[in-house]
């Protein structure tokens, strides 16, 4: 089946349009969250968003992305409660209380899961596609919601970019102007909740976090500007929910949100490879021509010397 074909296709341009939007939110939040190296929150959010989405299903029986949404945003952010109070209250490091919060509540996440699939009730089946994603489900509606939470998203992160610019490389200085930090914090951090919650129906909450990071960590091999490094990381994210999503309709039960994370992958190893300045080549180039330089000063010097060579 060719592209063309698959565009004719309503479902799978939903699913496409979906992946495109949830790739870009995540590319965008995420270079805020490697910035300030706290790649393993976004892990953290993920798994943390399970029991949410167990609750919201106890509560309503009723499968609606609406819900989930609710109850996922609910456990992200008593999630990051948690996390800030541990590190601030202990003497445990932030690391350590992410690891403590991600295993908690994916625990508790686990056995709401077994307990609903195992319940009288029949509206349950699927439900635990949440933990590796089916971007087949999704519809319409669900289409509708992650394009306006996913545009909230970046419209969040334009708005606040100086800030959020100022609070990733110098939070001292930051705080030193009145900027209230915790504040800002705490919205970074409800945001990657947010980015998180909108893509575990097309990703699943195990692997959403390698979304949220990777597109990041690929373009921040490309520049050295904080703005250029956020279009490009929505770019590239852009880049993995669209080939993701079609290479995973050319072959039957193939998942959408594993190949779009394995996109991202291959996204991430061209960077480091090819990259003009970090790149592996651009690096051996550099150094080629250092090497050459320095024999071509060297010879120069000895001939002027008048030594032999």
Not at 91 to 110: E, M
Not at 173 to 181: D, N, V
Not at 267 to 286: H, N, Q, Y
């Amino acid at each position: 089946m060719n592209v063309i074909a698959l565009l004719q296709d309503p479902n799978t341009l939903w699913i496409l349009v979906g992946s495109i939007l949830l790739g870009i939110s995540s590319g965008v939040i995420g270079c805020f969250a490697y910035l300030r190296k706290q790649s393993l929150m976004g892990d953290a959010l993920s798994h943390a968003a399970l029991p949410g989405v167990c609750f919201a299903f106890i509560l309503t029986g009723t499968k609606s992305i609406f819900y989930f949404l609710i109850g996922a945003i609910i456990a992200g952010i008593i999630a990051t409660i948690s996390i800030g109070y541990i590190t601030r209250k202990t003497r445990i490091k932030q690391d350590s209380a992410l690891g403590i919060v991600l295993t908690v509540f994916f625990g508790v996440g686990i056995v709401l899961l077994t307990q609903i699939q195992h319940s009288a009730s029949g509206n349950q089946s699927g439900l635990d596609k949440f933990l590796f994603g089916q971007a087949a489900s999704m519809v319409q509606s669900d289409v509708y919601t992650m394009a306006g939470i996913g545009l909230f998203v970046i419209a969040m992160c334009t708005l606040f970019f100086k800030e959020f610019k100022l609070l990733s490389f110098d939070s001292g200085f930051a705080k030193g102007i009145g900027l209230p930090i915790a504040l800002l914090d705490q919205l970074i951090m409800i945001l990657m909740v947010i980015a998180v919650v909108i893509g575990i129906q097309a990703v699943g909450v195990v692997l959403m976090a390698a979304l949220l990071i990777t597109p990041a960590v690929s373009a921040r091999y490309w520049t050295e500007k904080l703005h250029v490094m956020v279009m490009l990381a929505g770019i590239f994210g852009a880049i993995s929910g669209l080939m993701g999503t079609i290479l995973s309709t050319q072959v039957n039960n193939l998942p959408t949100g594993p190949i779009i994370v394995l996109a991202a992958t291959c996204i991430f190893v061209l960077s480091v490879v090819f990259a003009p300045t970090r790149g592996v080549v651009a690096k051996i180039v550099s150094r080629r021509k250092s090497k050459n330089a320095f024999l071509k000063q060297y010879i120069k010097q000895s001939v002027k010397d008048g030594n032999a060579i």
